[in-house]
Nanobody, 126 residues
Framework: QVQLVESGGGLVQAGGSLRLSCGASGRTFSIRAMGWFRQAPGKEREFVATVMWSSGSTYYADSVKGRFTVSRDKAKNTVYLQMNSLKPEDTAVYYC???????????????????WGQGTQVTVSS
């Protein structure tokens, strides 16, 4: 089991930036991929970005590509999501998730991740 705690959410104006952090503890040696998902009221949970823990390779949803950057610091057991050029449609609760046996072709699917953080609210005003 991996425990995940998100931080860094808040209120920002359109065009601004936020950096989310997700600290992991527990069986962190089992982590294969760390994903970011978001969920707005009345909508399904949506894939945002993933970083492969060992290699650092990244994958992004088309909606955030070029604006968001996901990275990890293995020494700190922490994954980050740098969000730039934020838009009102980015408003959501953002969750980090740990995948232990995640196949690359499944990294955009929420059910490929075993352990989840509690989420942090991001609100973008215009």
């Amino acid at each position: 089991q991996v425990q995940l705690v998100e931080s860094g959410g808040g209120l920002v104006q359109a065009g601004g930036s936020l950096r989310l952090s997700c600290g992991a503890s527990g069986r962190t040696f089992s982590i294969r991929a760390m994903g970011w998902f978001r969920q707005a009221p009345g909508k399904e949970r949506e894939f945002v970005a993933t970083v492969m823990w060992s290699s650092g390779s990244t994958y992004y949803a088309d909606s955030v590509k070029g604006r968001f950057t996901v990275s990890r610091d293995k020494a700190k057991n922490t994954v980050y999501l740098q969000m730039n050029s934020l838009k009102p449609e980015d408003t959501a609760v953002y969750y980090c998730a740990a995948g232990m046996d995640t196949l690359y072709n499944l990294i955009t699917r929420a059910n490929a991740y075993r352990d989840w953080g509690q989420g942090t609210q991001v609100t973008v005003s215009s």
